[in-house]
């Protein structure tokens, strides 16, 4: 677990310097950027590294599988924002707007 945690918070890290860089080249605050970690297909306990290491906006493409994963971890973590991305299908837009602060 804490390996994971490591490699999650060294690779967040790295993402963000590479944004910060971007911005710097651009003339454009990196405060103005926000990071969406795609959580998909990941365990929760990858989720709550990411946590651990300042992330707090989260991507999944499965209403079911953000449906099982988020609402406890909002508990512990109220910041923390999904967004939900990719195609959706009718029958899961009210699970959707429940579970979500975004859909794009």
């Known amino acids: 677990y804490s390996a994971r945690m490591t490699d999650i ?3 967040l890290g790295i993402v963000r310097e590479r ?3 971007a911005c710097a080249r651009a003339n454009r605050d990196p405060g103005g950027v926000t990071l969406v970690a ?3 297909t990941h365990p929760t306990d990858a ?3 990411a946590l651990g290491a300042g992330q707090w906006v989260f991507g ?3 209403v079911q599988e953000a449906a099982q994963k ?3 971890l909002r508990e512990n973590h109220p910041a923390l924002r ?3 991305i990719g195609g959706l299908q009718t029958n899961k837009a009210r699970d959707a707007v429940r579970v979500a602060d975004v859909i794009e």
Request: aromatic share 4%; proline share 5%; glycine share 4%.
């Open 70 to 72: 988020f609402p406890g």
């Open 47 to 49: 989720v709550v590294a």
């Open 82 to 84: 999904l967004h939900l």
């Open 60 to 62: 999944e493409n499965r």
């Open 9 to 11: 918070a060294r690779n």
């Open 38 to 40: 795609v959580s998909k």
């Open 19 to 21: 944004i910060a860089e």
